[in-house]
Nanobody
Framework: QVLLVESGGGLVQAGGSLRLSCAAT????????MGWFRRAPGKEREFVAA????????AYADSVKGRFTISRDNAKNTVYLQMNSAKPEDTAVYYC????????????????????WGQGTQVTVSS
């Protein structure tokens, strides 16, 4: 059974930082596309960031570009999301996602690219 378990969420003041982690068990994702999405209260789930394995490409939503960084540690089967300069509008449940294989850059933004999802971790940014 494949499980993605997020951790690192919590309460942070505006301008602060958090690092989310997503540990995968059940199979290795070292050669797969991995990503992060989020759902804010009353809104649809949206793309945040993703990275491929082969080309090492990364993609970010415009709203987080320059503030968030996605990275991975293949030895630990873990993907991270470093959140800096947090804003109240970053408040959401953050979900880790993994694809069944590696994809090209153009596919990173779509939810349909990803086959496995974590349960989510709450991030609240206070003003």
């Amino acid at each position: 059974q494949v499980l993605l378990v997020e951790s690192g969420g919590g309460l942070v003041q505006a301008g602060g930082s958090l690092r989310l982690s997503c540990a995968a068990t059940g199979r290795t994702f070292s050669r797969n596309t991995m990503g992060w999405f989020r759902r804010a209260p009353g809104k649809e789930r949206e793309f945040v960031a993703a990275m491929t394995w082969g080309a090492g490409s990364t993609a970010y939503a415009d709203s987080v570009k320059g503030r968030f960084t996605i990275s991975r540690d293949n030895a630990k089967n873990t993907v991270y999301l470093q959140m800096n300069s947090a804003k109240p509008e970053d408040t959401a449940v953050y979900y880790c996602a993994a694809a069944a294989r590696d994809f090209s850059y153009g596919n990173l933004y779509a939810e349909t690219t990803y086959n496995y999802w974590g349960q989510g971790t709450q991030v609240t940014v206070s003003s």
